[in-house]
């Protein structure tokens, strides 16, 4: 009996054993490779979506679970890089090796959904994605820079300090 | 100014219909590119008809900046327009390789040498290219080159006509390169030195950037693998192959050669072959895995399948005691000093672990093997090592071994090894069609290149000012030049020595009349490899461990005790001084606020450069534990090509080797390792992160490496700190927990 669900607004289907992690479904079936595989137990985050809007490691989330949710992915956030939290990583130049910000990118999007200006003390038990290149410190001040372009505040996103003439 | 989000990135599509992922530049100049409107101007350079410029890369982007850093160094002296700028992943010609030391070049990122290796080169390029630009345009308005000038894309005579640089290179490309094209002057430089944005920041934030996990070429199968938990295991039965090629999707199981770790090739296939791992291959990776669990396979030890750490700590300690090292420097008198005065000799000892480079893209690659010929995609640090390692595993010619190289999600040095690369080879050539073989954590974690454990004794007199005035350090440990790089080694009477063992502790300025410096090389079957900083992160440990020792029996201040051993370098004094003042180290700390000051210069391999860092570190008391709430680190890095990717070094590099401080340990046991994933081989997570304030130094050298050089001195920084705030000595990595308790109530 095949699941059927929604990524990014489109309607998705699965075929297969119940306990497929969605995140393969995603990833193979529907070529979405933006997620990622980083421990396969929850652990790392780096399969984040958004299930009915709500964070989830996606690596341990069976899809028969699926039936006629909506998921979100990376790729699903904006059409155009235009989310705060996009604009923000963009701005503050956040990643480096850039593997876990598919999953640290939406996990801040629910974070800031949720507290529209965090605090470090929200932030800290929020975002329990890992980054092993530790560009803690630069999501960290993402988050609120991000908080501020969803806010209105303090112009929307020119990027500054690029010297790019 | 607005980054443009239209620009194409190459390395980036979700799915790929073309066979290639990147194609690199045409091998030679003659040969036409891949439109019949771009137009090779140098190695490095392609210009369309419209203006678009292509510039190569050679260097893997493994997080560290190169995919903007060194494109900037070609735009600047060819004066191009940035936002017409597209990178392009290059490879197959001599002018995309760099020497590590005395070998051949070979193409690889690594040894944070690519800026300081390629500064020169880059810009020559970019000038050369410039320059027929230039007599392209002058040609074409019959005046002399003199009358001309480039800015953005344009050159322009002195009648303010125009000619862009898409219009002019047909003409530029048929004209011959000058060697030594003129270099601008610095103070020209309009994107060397500047904070210019990552180029493939967009693509990381939308999830288009493509990874070697994400690859995708027509026809492709998805393998997963697992491998003997010992180092010298080999599979002795496979019971259920037949039910397992009935799962859904599953095409064949395939059992893997061992690979010997020194090159990542495999053994020869002969009656003596030791099969170490098994694959399945399947439709769809999840398929895969799904019937690998389900594998009925039994692997046994082999020859080192009683390994453990207790064996291995053993070893340690026995080479820590043994009568003799390798004699790796000796001046002055140390040995008879030391004698001299036994009865105020301080020591220090210490044990590092080996630890995994644990990068967070798991090891995978795509293979395609057909008909001996060999095509492979993935996160690949080093090509040439690739290339090679699939040219002995399959006796193919190496340099027709096609590498597509795509972003890295991190490696640190684990992807250099191309074992990986190889396994995939093999399944492709098992099942006829391309496959991408992704490792799970699990193999990841088991199946890594370790950094070797490392100890160390440390003996030490001080003078009668209080200080050092002889110093015995007997340095041990599994040595990695001794593993994978023999012709690395250092050849004395005695023996070898393994420079990397003691890297930032025998070849550091501070003042010492009388040193000894001796190693002991403990062999052992654990697969390692270099890993971000190398040995530095375990010797800078040892040597600053040892002067904040000596400073604290002497009682004097730590800054101003290294402060008076590093005064004959100016260069050491400048970052020594930038971080003690940023931190407000001569003002007394607030209340339950405890600082540790460390410094190290890093020496490139073969010392193709130095890298001077001073670092203060300052715990606070949080509830009842003392926490590393802020690191002021200085850095003087030569000429900073890109602040804004030096800065992402120096804050990602000192949260990586907090990683190393407190949380990384590998241990084994039966053959193998024990730990399996991040629940039990843990990374510093954001809470955890302390806030950085980085300072980096201006400087008339020319650019020096940045990417392993901040990472050796904060554990000795955070543990001076330590041993301020509760007295504690530390003597291990990872600290242990309940060395963080607050002391005072």
Redesign the interface.
């Known amino acids: 009996m095949p699941v059927t669900f929604s990524v990014n607004g489109k309607p998705a289907e699965f075929d297969g054993p119940d306990d497929v992690p969605l995140l393969w479904v995603v990833r193979e079936q529907l070529g979405l490779t933006g997620s990622k595989f980083g421990c396969g137990v929850g652990l790392c985050g780096a399969c984040t979506m958004h299930i009915d809007g709500a964070p989830t490691r996606t690596c341990v989330m069976p899809i028969g679970d699926l039936q006629g949710r909506k998921v979100t992915t990376i790729e699903g956030l904006s059409p155009d890089l235009g989310h705060p939290v996009q604009k923000a990583w963009i701005e503050l130049d956040v990643p480096q090796c850039g593997y876990c910000q598919s999953g640290m990118i939406m996990a801040a999007a629910s974070l800031l959904s949720r507290h529209p200006h965090p605090t470090d003390r929200d932030i800290d038990q929020t975002m329990t994605n890992l980054c092993r290149c530790a560009t803690y410190t630069r999501i960290r001040a993402a988050i609120h820079r991000a908080a501020e372009v969803a806010a209105g505040t303090i112009g929307s996103g020119a990027p500054s300090g690029t010297g790019v003439p | 100014?607005?980054?443009s989000?239209s620009r194409r990135f190459v390395l980036t599509g979700?799915?790929v219909a073309a066979t290639s992922l990147v194609i690199p530049i045409a091998l030679t100049r003659t040969r036409a590119t891949e439109r019949s409107t771009d137009h090779e101007i140098t190695d490095w350079i392609v210009i369309a008809a419209n203006g678009q410029v292509t510039l190569g890369l050679s260097q893997p982007e493994?997080?560290?900046?190169s995919y903007t850093a060194l494109p900037q160094i070609l735009a600047d002296e060819l004066d191009a327009d940035?936002?017409r700028v597209e990178v392009q992943f290059v490879t197959g010609r001599p002018a995309y390789k760099i020497a590590f030391r005395q070998e051949a070049p070979v193409q690889k990122e690594g040894a944070s040498m690519s800026t300081t290796v390629l500064y020169e080169r880059l810009r020559t390029a970019g000038a050369a290219a410039r320059e027929v630009l230039i007599r392209a345009a002058a040609q074409t308005w019959g005046i002399d080159i003199s009358l001309c000038r480039t800015e953005?894309g344009f050159v322009i005579n002195s009648r303010g006509e125009k000619l862009s640089y898409g219009q002019l290179a047909a003409d530029a490309a048929k004209l011959p390169l000058s060697a030594a094209p003129p270099l601008k002057h610095p103070s020209r430089f309009?994107?060397i030195g500047?904070?210019?944005?990552?180029l493939?920041?967009?693509?990381?934030?939308?999830?288009?950037?493509?990874?070697g996990?994400?690859v995708?070429v027509p026809g492709m199968l998805?393998a997963a693998i697992t491998t003997a938990p010992s180092f010298t295991g080999q599979i002795i039965a496979i019971k259920n192959e037949g039910d397992i090629l009935k799962m859904?999707g599953v095409r064949a199981v395939v059992k893997i050669p061992a690979i010997d770790y020194r090159d990542g090739s495999s053994q020869p296939s002969d009656g003596t072959t030791r099969y170490n791992a098994v694959c399945v291959v399947a439709d769809?990776?999840?398929q895969a895995r799904?019937a690998l669990v389900s594998l009925d396979v039994t692997f046994d030890g082999g020859a080192h399948g009683d390994l453990s750490s207790d064996k291995i700590n053993a070893a340690l300690d026995a080479a820590l005691s043994a009568e003799h090292g390798v004699t790796a420097l000796v001046r002055g008198q140390p040995r008879a000093i030391l004698k001299d005065h036994a009865a105020s000799v301080i020591e220090r000892r210490f044990k590092l672990p080996h630890i995994a480079h644990?990068?967070?893209?798991?090891c995978n690659a795509t293979a395609s093997y057909n008909n001996g010929a060999v095509e492979v995609w993935g996160p690949v640090q080093s090509v040439s090592a690739c290339q090679d390692a699939i040219a002995e595993s399959f006796s193919c010619p190496a340099d027709k071994v096609a590498v597509h190289v795509t972003?890295?999600?991190?490696?640190f040095g684990r992807k250099i090894v191309p074992d990986f690369v190889v396994q995939a080879v093999h399944a492709s050539k098992a099942v006829g069609r391309p496959v991408k073989l992704?490792r799970?954590?699990e193999e990841d974690t088991q199946h890594d290149v370790y950094r070797p454990n490392a100890g160390a004794h440390l003996r030490a007199v001080l003078d009668p000012t209080g200080y050092p005035l002889a110093v015995h350090a007997r340095v041990a440990g599994q040595s990695l030049f001794n593993a994978t790089r023999r012709n690395w080694l250092d050849h004395t009477p005695e023996g070898d020595w393994d420079e990397s063992m003691v890297d930032g502790l025998y070849n550091q300025s501070y003042r010492l009349p009388h040193f000894l410096v001796e190693t002991v090389d403990t062999p052992l079957p654990v697969p390692v490899y270099f890993m971000r900083s190398v040995g530095s992160t375990a010797a800078v440990f040892f040597w600053e461990s040892l002067i904040t020792e000596l400073a604290h029996q002497a009682k004097i201040d730590q800054y101003a005790y290294r402060r008076h051993l590093l005064s004959a370098d100016p260069l050491a004094l400048h970052v020594l001084d930038a971080a003690a003042k940023a931190a407000g180290w001569e003002t007394p700390p607030p209340p339950d606020t405890f600082r540790g000051i460390a410094y190290n210069c890093y020496i490139g391999r073969g010392g193709r450069f130095k890298t001077y860092v001073a670092q203060v570190v300052e715990l606070r008391r949080v509830a009842d534990r003392l926490a590393v709430k802020r690191v002021v680190c200085a850095v003087d890095p030569g000429l900073a090509v890109n602040p804004?990717t030096v800065k992402?070094q120096i804050?990602?590099?000192?949260?990586?080797a907090?990683?190393t401080a407190l949380k990384s340990k590998i241990t084994f046991s039966n053959g193998g390792t024990d730990q399996s994933?991040?629940?039990d081989y843990n990374?510093?997570?954001?809470?955890e992160?302390p806030?950085?304030v980085p300072i980096v130094l201006p400087s008339d050298r020319p650019p020096q490496g940045m990417g392993e050089v901040v990472l050796a001195p904060i554990a000795p920084a955070i543990a001076q700190a330590l041993l301020h705030g509760t007295g504690r000595r530390l003597d291990v990595m990872p600290f242990p927990d309940d060395a963080f308790k607050a002391v005072t109530p």
């Open positions: 100014m607005r980054r989000v979700a799915a493994v997080g560290q900046g940035w936002k953005n309009h994107l500047k904070p210019v944005a990552r493939d920041t967009p693509a990381k934030c939308n999830g288009s950037a493509v990874y996990i994400d995708n998805n859904p769809h990776f999840w799904r644990a990068p967070h893209e798991p972003f890295l999600g991190g490696s992704i799970s954590r804004n992402a804050e990602g590099g000192i949260g990586f907090m990683t994933n991040f629940f990374l510093l997570s954001i809470d992160m806030e950085i």
